[in-house]
T-cell receptor, first 114, second 111 residues
Framework: AQSVTQLDSHVSVSEGTPVLLRCNYSSSYSPSLFWYVQHPNKGLQLLLK??????LVKGINGFEAEFKKSETSFHLTKPSAHMSDAAEYFCVVSFTGGGNKLTFGTGTQLKVEL | DVKVTQSSRYLVKRTGEKVFLECVQDMDHENMFWYRQDPGLGLRLIYF???????EKGDIPEGYSVSREKKERFSLILESASTNQTSMYLC??????????FGPGTRLTVL
């Protein structure tokens, strides 16, 4: 079985400071991992994905994530937060042979303050 | 760009009514999905379909059914709506490399 845990339901940062959103996964097979973002009243948008190539993955809007197999983690980072980054972020896991299913984390609400 | 559209952004229904939520995609993707999104629970898979007339139960199929008569259209049906089905419903399609594209969602309120 596969599962994903987002360690923080809410994260608050000041504009211009680094962002860290934490995600741990459990999967019996080689996983594919994703981060999606959902802005208020908008649909989910793919930020970045890991599919067994480079372990450091760069996404849109300056976000990146590092796949660490030994720690079963896929944390999302950004060097400098912007007000427009305020949104809900979902870590997602899938694996080959998983019946095309994605498993979503419960989400992390990012708040960016002036 | 992949476009996934859902028939309504907001819907209000009464307990016991039959409810149809429609989803249409324009990219010829074989795989389509229905999720519900609730605060603190993330997205939970209700049903998915990997081909016309094919369907599989997701994690929370109880109280729901689906229909896929054409490749581009995937319908979610609430046979008899209940108040605990008040939620945001999201439709998605999937590419071959697991990436999913989501529709804007339908916020359903059951009174």
């Amino acid at each position: 079985a596969q599962s994903v845990t987002q360690l923080d339901s809410h994260v608050s940062v000041s504009e211009g400071t680094p962002v860290l959103l934490r995600c741990n996964y459990s999967s019996s097979y080689s996983p594919s991992l994703f981060w999606y973002v959902q802005h208020p009243n908008k649909g989910l948008q793919l930020l970045l994905k890991y599919t067994s190539a480079a372990t450091l993955v760069k996404g849109i809007n300056g976000f990146e994530a590092e796949f660490k197999k030994s720690e079963t983690s896929f944390h999302l980072t950004k060097p400098s937060a912007h007000m427009s980054d305020a949104a809900e972020y979902f870590c997602v896991v899938s694996f080959t042979g998983g019946g095309n299913k994605l498993t979503f984390g419960t989400g992390t609400q990012l708040k960016v303050e002036l | 760009d992949v476009k996934v559209t859902q028939s309504s952004r907001y819907l209000v229904k009464r307990t016991g009514e039959k409810v149809f939520l429609e989803c249409v995609q324009d990219m010829d993707h074989e795989n389509m999905f229905w999720y519900r999104q609730d605060p603190g629970l993330g997205l939970r898979l209700i049903y998915f379909s990997y081909d016309v007339k094919m369907k599989e139960k997701g994690d929370i199929p109880e109280g729901y059914s689906v229909s896929r008569e054409k490749k581009e259209r995937f319908s979610l049906i609430l046979e008899s709506a209940s108040t605990n089905q008040t939620s945001m419903y999201l439709c998605a399609t999937r590419t071959g490399n697991h990436e999913q594209f989501f529709g804007p969602g339908t916020r359903l309120t059951v009174l």
